[in-house]
């Protein structure tokens, strides 16, 4: 049984670009949540897919936007890239209906951003 | 305002000392509590989580954390620590309205 897959492992744009990431939840999860964790720092929530809808969303601009298959893949795509954004971008899938039973992580994509 | 405080930036341990690493939050009504550990240039993989009943909850590992709702601390104890051990260790507390991560504490252990 795989477990959260993300493609691509790295990545390096040039500011302005966007940029496309991609999430494969764990076999029968059906929520997937990103986060951005800045180098030394903890993981910051960006937001949360269910039901191929955004159900939940922290504080990032709106720059930052998302997508849900009907297979609960997910992409992340970030527009008009910042220095800033350069990141960890970690997704994880967990499953609605459960109890809130916390989240199963991918090894993450790292962003680079020049 | 909702948080979790990990007072602890960085511990260093000898291999075989006991550890603990603390974890407090503020939140209102008790949220669901987990312990994330993150070893370097990975994902975050759950230790142990928390939600209701015995306040001692054991993890994966070797680790165990306990409940203090007086305190308003969950914090993560191993009796002797391995060298595999080092690592980034995040508390988090959540429920599914609002998530809220710790910092991070930084584990190196001692040969």
């Known amino acids: 049984d795989a477990g959260v897959t993300q493609s691509p492992t790295h990545l390096i744009k040039t500011r302005g670009q966007q940029v496309t990431l991609r999430c494969s939840p764990k076999?029968?999860?059906?929520?997937v949540s990103w986060y951005q964790q800045a180098l030394g720092q903890g993981p910051q929530f960006i937001f949360q897919?269910?039901?191929?809808?955004?159900?939940q969303r922290g504080n990032f601009p709106d720059r930052f936007s998302g997508h849900q298959f009907p297979n609960y893949s997910s992409e992340l795509n970030v527009n008009a890239l910042l220095l800033g954004d350069s990141a960890l971008y970690l997704c994880?899938?967990?499953?609605?209906?459960?109890?809130?039973?916390?989240?199963?992580f991918g090894q993450g994509t790292r962003l680079t951003v020049v | 305002a909702q948080s979790v405080t990990q007072p602890d930036i960085h511990i260093t341990v000898s291999e075989g000392a006991s550890l603990e690493l603390r974890c407090n939050y503020s939140y209102g009504a008790t949220p669901y509590l987990f312990w994330y550990v993150q070893s370097p240039g990975q994902g975050l993989q759950l230790l142990l989580k928390y939600f209701s009943g015995d306040t001692l909850v054991q993890g994966i590992k070797g680790f165990e954390a306990e409940f203090k709702r007086s305190q308003s601390s969950f914090n993560l104890r191993k009796p002797s620590v391995h060298w595999s051990d080092a690592a980034e260790y995040f508390c988090h507390a959540g429920n599914n309205r609002k998530l809220i991560w710790g910092l991070g504490t930084s584990l190196a252990v001692n040969p």
């Open positions: 076999s029968g999860h059906d929520t």
């Open positions: 994880a899938s967990s499953l609605v209906g459960q109890g809130f039973e916390g989240a199963f």
């Open positions: 897919y269910y039901e191929e809808e955004e159900r």
